[in-house]
């Protein structure tokens, strides 16, 4: 068995060009002409207006390899592109090898009689999908797409490549994954299959590889613990295929990180070696696999139908994002930003990711990262909001070979949770319902082929049809009562930014409200004279109609509006993660019959005003630190409704919690109020209420003008969770000048620890340093208080740097721009748009 990698330097040109330019594969033909200076940054500015021509153009990738003797003396040779987007015509040695048109599947090519010794050139042509898209929706028209170009349903690329209310056009073409070169004897594993049982404290594997052709010869198998524990069995292959069955006791379970308290998973590794009769290993292939069970409970309670997800039995809340392509041009997105983005997930204290349908299929590196760090993936099959031609039988069978090659792909998994059918196609059916011809395809595909063709393949992990899903096609799909919702009342709709308390959803997989990205990011794309909601750069980076308004809208329902464009940075990124936070408390205080709280969206794929909580360049907007609070495992949420406060603890863990909860009602000068202390004791995976109280006395003595602060602790004192509840809209408190201060100490060469300290309260407190990443960051501080930070140094910078380019604010520091009915005004014009009235009527009988 031998591999020849043929990454690395091509060369590219236009197909009707002569001058051929270099390459790099994996790449895409927008990178590689970046790369050459034929192209301006489509990122930077507007330059995205201009930046279409490369998708409406062919373009033609080859490269020269050698071969030697002894491979060309291999039995079998074979040509693998892991990644070709999209319609491409391959070539070796001028003879036509095979033609791809489905950038969701793997293509393997047989190159045995078109291979020579020596120099072989491989060329790979590709042709637009964009005249192929049109010519497609002129003779089969499907639904027409609000999001990007009409007629995207007809080809198997990435949904988003040709925009989104997030994303830019930018249709790439390339050899975007690994190609390389197979050479091996006998036959190869082409399915590796393991099954598990949980029976009595022991888990019983059954394995069965299946090989390429029937080979005279055993399989070995054996099952490595990072312990160091091996297990073995030997089989002989019987019609091509051979099977195993071994019990392996006292199994390291996998869990997520909050119920392990591990940082890396017990994982085994279950390896196949493929031997002749003369005993030669002519083939090898591995699995890295978690031992657990995965249930997703759908049965009848007394609110509806459940939707809860069951982890080795453990009753889960999830705590999640929507992740979408890291990158407009995906082959950018690196390992070491795919660990940093993971981490990143796990520091917020997530426990799954939902791999949304107009994307890709993530890399197999994203799944061994999750399995690794203890996150559950929701995986959407890759259809999205729209109507797709599965009644066409060669669409179908392209398809269906895509949905084989990615669950025998990703099956083995630890962190596969479920696979969803598509993305929002039954809750957008009603812009199609009367072509009767799409509406039964739907249904035929995703709640009849689709389970089908699963349980062929992977019998073990849940199957839903869609996302959001109800109780049968079309039913129920946006109730409360069961499956899983999509809620965007708030921001789409214009509903209050609490109105997710009304709401008992069942689990909740996609909710949002949008930002502009981090101050360092606008510098990466925007002039200072750009810095206008109305200039054409930040109008060309917000994709969302009515997007930028919308911003402005929900940041005056509870501030002032500012006078500084950055500030605007500030507030809405403080509205978009006081949004969230309020959402996910309330489910999470619910739990049982609320299950989950997924917001839209984790990350972006290029610099844009949107609803993730982390930008492009991975710097933390607001959302991404408030996440590692309010997802924390055991929390205590507050709520006021008026002047009465209720507080309850949280206790996602699988064991009891006990402690002591205590807070403390201030005016902004510090003088208490009134304070208390309780006992706390919450079951395992359940939530409590601690207090309901009325402070409507105390309140009247400051005019409002006062903040209860929590804080629970565990039972050696240690502070577990903190929370601070205000009781007007910040736009009618009188905020002091907290004087916050800094004090620097550098912990090690590589970090720095903060300690800031307020004279007087100060609200969404914000520590700034060029887009740097803190421990915690927009936090309260209580009067007299002080709170320590940390800080990785960012590279290229110095102690001494650090110290001085810190800067530190709070919302006192924000200076509003006009009086409070000049920001009403401003509200209610925005409302009286006749699109957002329109939303606003829809969504209110959704």
């Known amino acids: 068995m031998q591999k020849i990698n043929l990454n690395g330097k091509w060369r590219f040109k236009e197909t009707e060009a002569k001058e051929w330019t270099d390459a790099e594969v994996p790449g895409t033909q927008y990178t590689d002409l970046m790369r050459a200076g034929k192209l301006s940054d489509p990122f930077d500015a507007c330059n995205e207006k201009d930046c279409f021509w490369p998708a409406e153009k062919g373009w033609i990738y080859e490269r020269v390899f050698m071969l030697d003797a002894d491979t060309l003396a291999r039995e079998f040779l074979e040509l693998n592109l892991l990644q070709v987007d999209t319609l491409a015509t391959v070539f070796l040695n001028g003879v036509q090898i095979g033609k791809c048109e489905n950038a969701h599947l793997k293509y393997v090519f047989n190159i045995k009689e078109t291979a020579v010794l020596g120099e072989n050139l491989l060329r790979v042509e590709f042709v637009s999908t964009i005249p192929y898209i049109a010519e497609l929706q002129k003779t089969d028209p499907v639904t027409v797409n609000m999001n990007g170009i009409t007629g995207i349903p007809h080809i198997r690329k990435p949904q988003c490549h040709y925009g989104w209310d997030w994303g830019p056009r930018l249709p790439v073409t390339g050899l975007t994954r690994d190609v390389f070169i197979e050479a091996y004897d006998a036959a190869k594993i082409e399915d590796f299959e393991i099954k598990q049982v949980h029976k ?193 039988d060669e669409f179908l069978a392209n398809v269906l070979a895509e949905v084989d090659f990615n669950v025998k792909r990703l099956r083995s998994h630890a962190c596969l949770a479920v696979w969803s059918g598509n993305n929002e196609i039954e809750a957008m059916s009603g812009a199609w319902f009367w072509k009767r011809k799409l509406m039964s395809w739907t249904k035929k595909f995703f709640w009849e082929i689709l389970p089908e063709q699963l349980k062929n393949s992977d019998t073990a992990t849940p199957y839903i049809p869609g996302s959001p899903t109800g109780t049968a096609f079309m039913k129920k799909v946006a109730s409360d009562n069961a499956g899983d919702t999509h809620l965007w009342h708030v ?18 997989s996609e909710f949002g409200l949008e930002s502009l990205p981090d101050k360092q990011t606008l510098y990466e794309f925007a002039k200072p004279e750009d810095y206008s909601f109305e200039s054409d750069t930040m109008r060309a980076h917000q994709k969302c109609m009515s997007g930028n308004a919308k911003i402005i809208y929900y940041i005056s329902t509870r501030f002032r509006l500012p006078q500084k464009f950055t500030d605007y940075v500030y507030l809405s990124q403080i509205t978009q993660s006081e949004c969230v936070r309020d959402a996910t408390e309330h489910w999470r205080r619910n739990r049982g019959r609320c299950n989950g709280s997924m917001y839209w969206q984790f990350n972006d794929c290029w610099p844009v005003s949107s609803w993730a909580g982390m930008d492009y360049y991975g710097r933390f907007k607001a959302l991404q630190y408030s996440a590692k609070r309010f997802n924390a495992p055991v929390l205590l949420s507050v709520y006021a409704d008026k002047n009465v406060v209720t507080a309850y603890t949280v206790n996602d863990l699988n064991m009891p919690f006990n402690g002591s909860a205590e807070y403390v009602l ?74 916050i201060t800094a004090e620097f100490k550098q912990e090690d060469a590589g970090c720095v620890r903060i300690t800031l300290a307020a004279d007087k309260y100060a609200r969404y407190v914000c520590a700034d340093l060029k887009g740097a990443a803190f421990s915690d960051n927009f936090f309260d501080l209580a009067a007299g208080e002080a709170k ?33 009915l000049s920001d009403n005004f401003k509200r209610l014009k925005i409302a009286l748009q006749p699109m957002n009235i329109i939303s606003k009527i829809v969504y209110k009988f959704m």
């Open 788 to 820: 320590t930070v940390y800080l990785n140094i960012p590279d290229g910078m110095t102690y001494a740097d650090v110290k001085k380019n810190f800067s530190v604010s709070s919302l006192y520091d924000v200076q509003p721009a006009a009086s409070i």
């Open 491 to 508: 921001w789409h709709g214009l509903q209050p930014l609490t109105y997710y308390r009304k709401r008992y959803t069942r689990f909740c």
């Open 200 to 392: 009595a404290g022991a888990v019983t594997l059954s394995i069965r590889v299946a090989l390429s052709q029937h080979v005279d010869g055993e399989v070995l198998f054996a099952i490595a613990a990072k312990s160091g524990t091996e297990l073995k069995a030997t089989c002989v292959v019987d019609d091509g295929a051979a099977s195993a069955v071994i019990r392996i006791e006292k199994p390291e379970l996998w869990q997520t990180r909050e119920l392990s308290r591990l940082e890396v998973q017990p994982l085994y590794t279950v390896t196949a070696a493929l031997a002749t009769m003369d005993g030669k290993t002519v083939y090898t292939d591995s699995k890295r696999i978690g031992l657990r069970t995965v249930t997703l409970e759908r049965g009848k309670d007394e609110f509806g139908e459940q939707f809860r997800f069951r982890l080795n039995g453990v009753p889960l809340f999830i705590k999640g994002a929507n992740w979408i392509p890291p990158d407009s041009f995906v082959t950018r997105f690196t390992a070491e930003k795919l660990d940093y983005f993971i981490n990143s997930a796990l520091e917020a204290n997530m426990n799954m990711l939902r791999v949304w349908g107009g994307g890709y299929y993530e890399s197999d590196e994203f799944y061994d990262k999750c399995d690794e760090k203890g996150i559950l993936v929701w995986q959407d099959f890759a259809f999205a909001c729209a109507a797709y031609p599965f009644y066409n």
């Open 666 to 739: 201030q005016d902004f000068n510090g003088a208490v109020l009134t304070n208390g202390k309780i006992k706390v004791s919450v079951n395992a995976c359940a939530s409590e209420r601690l207090f309901s109280l009325d402070f409507s006395k105390e309140i009247a003595k400051t005019k409002g003008n006062c903040v209860l602060t929590a804080v629970l602790h565990d039972c050696s004192g240690e502070v577990i969770s903190e929370a601070s509840q205000l009781f007007k809209p910040e736009k009618k408190l009188k905020l002091l000048n907290p004087r």
